[in-house]
T-cell receptor, first 110, second 115 residues
Framework: GEDVEQSLFLSVREGDSSVINCTYT??????LYWYKQEPGAGLQLLTY?????DMKQDQRLTVLLNKKDKHLSLRIADTQTGDSAIYFC??????????FGTGTRLQVFP | EAGVAQSPRYKIIEKRQSVAFWCNPI?????LYWYQQILGQGPKLLIQ????????DSQLPKDRFSAERLKGVDSTLKIQPAKLEDSAVYLC?????????????FGSGTQLSVL
């Protein structure tokens, strides 16, 4: 079945880059997404990448996709304390359902 | 533009009791989703509506969970009777059409604690 995995925690210093990783199993994934969830709030779409791309840049965010290894990453440049949140990777496969990963809690220290 | 509204924000009940959650999607959004997010896990789709019809309820525990979307706008999700393992955040989301890779807009969720 479809499965999306992420590491649970990441801690970085303010101003450094953060890299959040995700692996998925569904080779028929069409779109892959990164969502951000702040405490007590719903999920907010940050960015997405189509499966025929290998990179997408959007201001401080860079998404890298290695389709052969089924590996997705999100790089946040110049990480700020306001970036502290849980980041979810999600994929949309042939069932057209959005399958979320377990989430990575990013903590940014001043 | 108003976002997805959910209520109540928190709910504490004892096992075997009933509970209902309410969601008002963004105006004009045809598709409405209910997700269950257990602590430490990603959201899991429970049910998807397109207007007032059910598109996918394959992961809804139908022996105790029910949902409806009368008139294709607001929706309610009910649990009867609740079990301890139902403790979770219940997220409602909506999208314009529910096709392709449309953006989903999420509400803040209802946090349910079953004691």
């Amino acid at each position: 079945g479809e499965d999306v995995e992420q590491s649970l925690f990441l801690s970085v210093r303010e101003g450094d880059s953060s890299v959040i990783n995700c692996t998925y199993t569904d080779s028929s994934s069409t779109y892959l997404y990164w969502y951000k969830q702040e405490p007590g709030a719903g999920l907010q779409l940050l960015t997405y990448i189509f499966s025929n791309m290998d990179m997408k840049q959007d201001q401080r965010l860079t998404v890298l996709l290695n389709k052969k290894d089924k590996h997705l990453s999100l790089r946040i440049a110049d990480t700020q304390t306001g970036d502290s949140a849980i980041y979810f990777c999600a994929e949309r496969g042939n069932t057209d359902k959005l399958i979320f990963g377990t989430g990575t809690r990013l903590q940014v220290f001043p | 533009e108003a976002g997805v509204a959910q209520s109540p924000r928190y709910k504490i009940i004892e096992k075997r009791q009933s509970v209902a959650f309410w969601c008002n999607p963004i105006s004009g959004h045809a598709t409405l989703y209910w997700y269950q997010q257990i602590l430490g896990q990603g959201p899991k789709l429970l049910i998807q509506f397109q207007n007032n019809g059910v598109v996918d309820d394959s992961q809804l525990p139908k022996d105790r969970f029910s949902a409806e979307r009368l008139k294709g706008v607001d929706s309610t999700l009910k649990i009867q009777p609740a079990k301890l393992e139902d403790s979770a955040v219940y997220l409602c989301a909506s999208s314009l059409e529910g096709t392709g890779h449309e953006k989903l807009f999420f509400g803040s969720g209802t946090q349910l604690s079953v004691l």
